[in-house]
C-alpha cells in the first residue's frame, strides 16, 4: 500500500502529529519541505488574484511595490501564510 500525507508549510506541527503515533513515522517515511514564496512570487500571486477574483489589472510599478511592501510590512506572516497572504491583502483592497 503507498500512504499519502496533506502537504503542509507547517513543519513542527506536523512533526507533532507524527510523534502522536509511533506507527506514523512508519506509515509515512518521506518528507518534502517546500520552501517558502519570495516577496517577488507573492507579488506575482496578488497580482494573479487580482485579475481572477476581481478582474483588476494591476498598474505599472505596482507589482513591484508590493513585493517591497510584503518585505517590509509581512515578512513575519511570510512563513506563517504565505500564498494565503497576498491573495488576503487583495481580497481586502478589493
Do not use: W
Not at 509511533?22 to 518534502?32: C, T
Not at 511595490?65 to 497576498?86: F, G, Q, T, V, Y
Request: charge should be negative; include cysteine; aromatic fraction near 4%.
Amino acid at each position: 500500500h503507498r500512504h499519502l500525507a496533506p502537504p503542509t508549510q507547517y513543519e513542527e506541527p506536523m512533526d507533532e502529529l507524527l510523534d502522536a503515533d509511533p506507527g506514523l513515522r512508519r506509515r509515512f517515511p518521506n518528507k518534502l519541505a517546500l520552501k517558502d514564496y519570495s516577496c517577488p512570487e507573492l507579488a506575482c500571486i496578488a497580482a494573479k488574484a487580482a485579475k481572477e477574483r476581481f478582474d483588476c489589472v494591476l498598474g505599472a510599478g505596482v507589482q513591484q511595490s508590493l513585493a517591497e511592501l510584503m518585505r517590509a510590512c509581512h515578512a513575519d506572516e511570510i512563513r506563517k501564510h504565505n500564498a494565503s497572504l497576498p491573495i488576503r491583502l487583495v481580497e481586502e483592497a478589493l
